[in-house]
C-alpha cells in the first residue's frame, strides 16, 4: 500500500500564494477556527517533504521571526517538529530543522519511492514547483488548497498553478472557517 500525498496549499483567491507590501503569510485574514483546524491537521502522524527553496524560505522566517508572530503559530512550530524530507541537490545536513534529511535526486523518483516506503501519510506545505511536478506525474493524491477572501492583482506572487498540466478535480471535502476562508480538497487526475 502506498502512503497518501497530499500538497497543501494557500491562496488567494486570484490564484497567489503570497504577496508583496504589507500582505501577511494570511493576507491578515487567520482567525482562531483557521489556526485550530491547522493545528489539528499537523497533529497527526505524517511526514512533510519540502523542496529546497521552501525549506530555505521557512527556515529563514523562523530564524528571524519572534513569539507571537504568525510564523511562530502553533500549527507551524508542529509541522517543524514532524520528520521532515527535503529535495535538494544543492543543501548540506545538518538541516535546521528537527529531525530533517536530504534526499538527492529529481522530486519525481524521490516521492514516488517515499510513497512506497512511508509508513505515514506524506504532506507538502508550499513547494510551489515542486508540487506541479509531482501533480504531471501523477503522485499527487490530494490537492488541499486554503483560499483566503482577497485579490491580490497587482501584489501576487508565487501563482500556484503558474505552468502546471491540466487537471480535472473531484471535490472530496470542503470546509469554511472563521465564516471567509475556504478550504478544498480536490483529488487530481490528469486532463487529457
Given at each position: 500500500?502506498t502512503?497518501t500525498y ?9 490564484g497567489?500564494?503570497?504577496?508583496g ?10 482567525g482562531p477556527?483557521l489556526?485550530?483546524?491547522r493545528?489539528?491537521?499537523?497533529s497527526?502522524e ?14 529563514r522566517?523562523l530564524a528571524?521571526?519572534?513569539?507571537g508572530?504568525?510564523v ?8 517543524t ?6 529535495v535538494?541537490?544543492?543543501?548540506t545536513?545538518p ?6 534529511t536530504?534526499a538527492?535526486g ?16 506524506l504532506r ?15 503522485l499527487?493524491d490530494r490537492v488541499q488548497v ?11 506572487l508565487?501563482p500556484v498553478?503558474?505552468?502546471a498540466?491540466?487537471?480535472?478535480l ?9 465564516g ?13
Open positions: 500500500m502512503a497530499t500538497f497543501d496549499v494557500f491562496s488567494s483567491l486570484d497567489f500564494g503570497a504577496a507590501g504589507d500582505w501577511t503569510g494570511y493576507w491578515g485574514k487567520q477556527e489556526l485550530d483546524h493545528l489539528g491537521l499537523y497527526e505524517q511526514r512533510m517533504v519540502f523542496g529546497a527553496q521552501t525549506h530555505r524560505l521557512f527556515a522566517m528571524e521571526s519572534s513569539e508572530d504568525d511562530r503559530d502553533p500549527w507551524v512550530t508542529r509541522m517538529q514532524l520528520p521532515a524530507t527535503v535538494s541537490t544543492t543543501l545536513e538541516l535546521d530543522w528537527h529531525d530533517a536530504i538527492r529529481d522530486a519525481v523518483d524521490v516521492v514516488a519511492r517515499l510513497k512506497e516506503e512511508s509508513d505515514v501519510p507538502s506545505h508550499g513547494s510551489l514547483a515542486m508540487n506541479r511536478a509531482l501533480m504531471a506525474a501523477g499527487v486554503t483560499v483566503f477572501p482577497v485579490i491580490t492583482g497587482r501584489s501576487g508565487a498553478f503558474e505552468g498540466a491540466d487537471f480535472d473531484d471535490l472530496l471535502e470542503t470546509r469554511t472557517l472563521d471567509r476562508i475556504q478550504e478544498l480538497i480536490y483529488r487530481p487526475t490528469l486532463h487529457g
